[in-house]
């Protein structure tokens, strides 16, 4: 089955996306930043960016129904004293649209913008088409002016079937061998990921989508001792580098919020992702889906920390063991045995300090 149509579809919802994101960063606003009642912080750009994806779907996709499952809902934005940051939110959306010719003329009001957010309520599971949405993945580094990402993905019958990717901090050359991820001139940065399944994953410049795009393919390496890691900025984990010393990677973690790690992953900036909590938690799977078939179809592998792939079809939450693995086909064999001598040590660990704490 093709899925050219869908895919030149969510290339522009996410493309429009990141035009959205990019404009809130140039002059970010004390009051475009909140918590959320979870104690996470949200941007006007979370809000925007889902408003345009859904609108984009919804119109490009006439024929179909879209079920959207994406992180953020309209609650907030619904009380009166979210009125002035719903007025601003809609104004960028609009202000985002109109930059497209087919959208130019279409009028869009506050509640068809919160409408468009309540789109993303579904709840996805195993039959039928569900698209998937990050959208700001690593909002604390959007917020720095650091990495992060809009991820769209479709799942089909709860499998994973393409995915499109927008990195605007990310440059366009690889950032192997030590180049800095969050700084690089501004026409050189920002990235476009898609791929589908059985058709490879692809890049191209986010801010020349006419450019022609170049197949991405995971990292050629086979010498742990010369591969590197990703972790994100805010959660270090100890058995991140238990595991990277038992494979052999002599190399300190490169340090990248959201998906981009991911993306980065895919194109060869590196050979390994560990995703690891310190108690076992929920993942939400728009936090992976686009990222995994990126990795997938550029040769690589994804894996939960017993080797399964990852499950997207239980809802919005994933089905998986402990932890996230992402490597080179290379390289995983040897990254789950040290995943797993890591887990039964830890485990050893805590049993011992349990046993102590009885006596």
């Given at each position: 089955m093709s899925y050219d149509e869908m895919l030149a579809a969510a290339k522009k919802a996410v493309s429009l996306a990141a035009r959205l994101s990019n404009e809130v960063r140039k002059s970010l606003l004390v009051s475009d930043v909140w918590n959320k009642s979870d104690d996470s912080p949200v941007t006007v750009a979370d809000y925007g960016s889902q408003a345009v994806v859904?609108?984009?779907?919804?119109?490009?996709?006439?024929?179909?129904?879209?079920?959207?499952?994406?992180?953020?809902?309209?609650?907030?934005?619904?009380?009166?004293?979210?009125?002035?940051?719903?007025?601003?939110?809609?104004?960028?959306?609009?202000?985002?649209?109109?930059?497209?010719?087919?959208?130019?003329?279409?009028?869009?009001?506050?509640?068809?913008?919160?409408?468009?957010?309540?789109?993303?309520?579904?709840?996805?599971?195993?039959k039928g088409r569900h698209w998937v949405l990050d959208p700001i993945g690593g909002t604390r580094g959007f917020i720095r002016g650091e990495q992060y990402a809009i991820g769209l993905a479709l799942l089909v019958d709860g499998k994973v079937v393409l995915g499109v990717m927008a990195c605007p901090k990310l440059p366009l050359a690889s950032t192997a061998a030590g180049v800095n991820t969050n700084k690089?001139?501004?026409?050189?940065?920002?990235?476009?990921?898609?791929?589908?399944?059985?058709?490879?994953?692809?890049?191209?410049?986010?801010?020349?989508?006419?450019?022609?795009?170049?197949?991405?393919?995971?990292?050629?390496?086979?010498?742990?001792?010369?591969?590197?890691?990703?972790?994100?900025?805010?959660?270090?984990?100890?058995?991140?580098?238990?595991?990277?010393?038992?494979?052999g990677i002599k190399e300190s973690p490169i340090k990248i919020n959201s998906q981009t790690k991911y993306a980065a992953l895919s194109r060869g900036d590196g050979e390994v992702y560990l995703r690891f909590t310190r108690k076992a938690r929920p993942e939400s799977i728009w936090n992976h889906a686009a990222g995994s078939i990126l990795v997938s179809e550029a040769g690589g592998k994804v894996t939960d920390a017993a080797g399964n792939p990852l499950d997207f079809s239980k809802g919005k939450y994933l089905d998986y063991k402990r932890g996230i693995v992402v490597t080179t086909q290379k390289l995983l064999p040897r990254l789950l045995k040290a995943v797993r001598e890591s887990l039964k040590e830890e485990e050893e660990e805590e049993e011992k300090a349990a046993s102590l704490k009885l006596h």
């Open positions: 859904s609108i984009v779907l919804e119109r490009e996709l006439k024929n179909e129904p879209v079920s959207l499952v994406a992180e953020e809902d309209s609650a907030e934005l619904r009380k009166v004293a979210a009125e002035t940051v719903l007025a601003r939110i809609t104004e960028l959306v609009k202000d985002t649209l109109a930059t497209d010719e087919s959208y130019a003329a279409s009028p869009l009001s506050s509640d068809d913008v919160l409408t468009a957010i309540d789109s993303g309520k579904s709840e996805g599971g195993p690089s001139s501004p026409e050189k940065v920002g990235c476009l990921f898609f791929g589908a399944v059985g058709t490879g994953a692809y890049v191209q410049s986010l801010n020349a989508l006419d450019s022609p795009p170049v197949k991405v393919e995971v990292s050629s390496n086979d010498d742990p001792a010369k591969a590197s890691f990703f972790e994100s900025y805010h959660t270090p984990v100890p058995i991140h580098n238990t595991i990277a010393t038992k494979l």
